[in-house]
Every structure is written in structure tokens, then in C-alpha cells.
């Protein structure tokens, strides 16, 4: 039986048997079986494991091991940073799975490209790169049977740009909250990816935010920030096999060339969180050019949505392929983003359905004035037949 072998937070501590220490030891030389399964440290606080991380993380790279979970709690009386041994990342065939979990406490550092032939998911959460952006490259760079890789990061204080080549990659989540100077950004280019999720990454000009695409120039900004609070670029290569996409906690929209959301176009399922919407003269016609490119679209804004002007023509893919619109938080009693819904239904041919999920009626608005707003959306003349229109209360 392969062994798998985990320490939570209180279910081990020190006893008449040895330190916590010798017990981890023990515990992962006691088997015979050549390959570990997992080795998973969780909960447990940095002063337990500091000064023995390294001697654990050895014999269980010398035991094969397949997964490798490391979930520490800070000790606020030491607040010693933990290096990552690298020297077992040399050459490894087996490791599969590694997760590190902590707010700044592991630093990282590759001054060579690693070897970790099997790795498939990595997970990495507030993690520092001692080597910076080579460090960074070093590590992603030797994972070349890696598909699956989170990243929740807050700044870029380690790796000004922040580069994920990695052509097996088929699923990407990246977090970030950053907050500080409008400098680096990410850099992403995985011509595999299949799933797409972003949270708080973006960028801030002097009019509004920014979120580019390579081969897409698509632009997304943040949440709740100014124009001194975010990334100068997140820059996204074409993913032609893209099948789902989530863009969460963006402020508003703006289009540099018509090529807009190129890298999204693919996608089967897209979800644009928008807060607010903005949809300007411009940039119109490219973003109902590529919204339309996708079956299934849905639009969220938590904010206002401002619409300037029509497009001059209307696009060609919003004419013959959304099917599905779902709209949450659809500000009903806001006039520009009425003019959008109905800028689509009266040019989508093809769609099918079209939900709008509404914003709970505020005390001092009646009811009848909802109503009256919701019907006028309804009563509009769509442009396919077929399709069929819901709204739905958020609360």
C-alpha cells in the first residue's frame, strides 16, 4: 500500500515518543513502500518545522514522493522566511502535485531551470522569488508536463513582470491584489489553455483602466482603485483552444485596435465581470465584434455602464453566433445600461436566451417603476424570433 502521510495542526504534537520533530521523521522512514504517495504539512505553525523543513522535504524526494503540500501558519515570534530547498527540484521524475500555502512566508529560489519532469499542478499562494524574474522562468520553465497552475500573488515587489511560458498548460488562476506603483505585469503564453480564470489583475491610465491581450488587445481595468493603484499590462497570447474564461473585478472597458479580445474569442463559456462597464465611442463596434464570437456570454457589472455612442456597423459575429446572454446585476433602472441590452437584442440573430438578473428594488423606488422599466427591455423588437427573455431577482 503507498503511504500517504499527513500532519494537521493539533492532531500531532510532542510526546513521551520524541519531539514533533522525531515524529515526522520516523513517521517517514517507517514505511517500506519505495514510492509516498503524498506528504502533506497543514496548519502547522513555522516554529515547528524551520529548522527540520528541509531534512523532511529530503527523504521524501528520496521516497518518490508524488505530492507535496506545505499549509503553514505564521508564528508571529519568529517570522522567519522559509527557503524552498531547490536542490531536490535538480532532476525529479515522480512529484506530481506541489502545493506551497502561506502569505510570504516560503521564498523560492531557481538560480537554474528545475527539473520536475512530472510535475502536472502547481499551486503557489503568496510565495517570493528570491531570483526575481529568472527565478521565476527557472521554475515554470522545467515543468514541461505542467496543466494546471494557480497563482495568488499581492504585488510585484519579487518579479516586476511576472512571465508564464508554459506551452502544456491547460488550466490558469491567477489572483491578485496588488496595490502600489503602475509597473510590470503578467505575461502569459500557454497555446493549450483551456480554462481561464483572472481576479484583480489589470492596469490604470490616465482615463481609465487597462487589461491587454497579446494577439487580442483587449482591455480590462480593476476594482475599487485610481490611477496609481494597479499594473501597467497583463499581456495574454492567443488561446485558440480556449473554452472557458472568467475576468472578475475589472472597472470598465477600452479597445486600442479592432482586434479586440482575440484570446477570449474562442472560449465556448465567457464570464466578463465588469464594475463598471464602460463602452465608449471608439471601441464599440470591436467590443460587440468579439462579445458576439462566443456562444455563451455573460456580463456582470456592479457598477454603472456607461455607453457613448453605437457602433457605426453592426458586427458581423454579433449577428450570427451569441445564442446565450446571461446579464447579473443588471442595473434596471439605468439608462445606459438599458441602451446596451438593447443594442444586443436587437442585433444578436441567433440568441436564443437572454436572462437579466436585477438589482434588488431600493426602499424609496416603487415597484410599478420597475416594472415599467423591465417591460420597456421586453417590448423591444429583437432580432431573432426564437429568442426567449427572463429576468430574475438577484436577492
Known sequence: MVPNIKFDSGSHKSDQHGSFSEIVCRTLLSSNSPVLDSFSLVDISESEVSKDLESWIGIAFARHVRKLVLKLRIDYQVQDLITFPSVFCGCNNTLEILELKYKYLFV????????????????????GFEGGEECVCNLLGGCPSL??????????????????????????????????????????KAPCLKYLKIKGVGSIDTRFGSFSFIGGHCSLGGQGIDESEWYGFCLIENAPQLVEAKIIGVIDIHVHNENIMESLTS????????????????????????????????????????????????????????????????????????????????NARRLKKATFYTEPIQPNIKSEEREMLLNELANVARASNSCHLMFESSD
Open 147 to 188: 496543466e494546471d497552475l494557480v497563482v495568488y500573488r499581492k504585488g510585484n515587489y519579487d518579479a516586476k513582470t511576472f512571465t508564464i511560458a508554459v506551452p502544456s498548460l491547460r488550466r490558469l488562476t491567477i489572483k491578485d491584489s496588488f496595490q502600489g506603483t503602475r509597473n510590470g505585469g503578467y505575461v502569459i
Open 267 to 346: 472560449a465556448q463559456r465567457l464570464s466578463l465581470d465588469f464594475s463598471p462597464l464602460k463602452v465608449c465611442d471608439e471601441i464599440s463596434y470591436h467590443f460587440f465584434r468579439h462579445i458576439g464570437m462566443t456562444k455563451q456570454k455573460k456580463i456582470s457589472t456592479a457598477g454603472e455602464c456607461e455607453w457613448e455612442q453605437h457602433p457605426k456597423r453592426v458586427p458581423e459575429c454579433l449577428l450570427s453566433h451569441l445564442e446565450t446572454l446571461v446579464w447579473t446585476r443588471y442595473a434596471w433602472d439605468r439608462e445606459d445600461d438599458k441602451q446596451v441590452a438593447t443594442y444586443i437584442l436587437e
Open 108 to 127: 523560492l529560489d531557481f538560480p537554474c531551470r528545475v527539473g520536475l519532469k512530472s510535475l502536472k499542478k502547481l499551486d503557489l499562494r503568496y510565495v
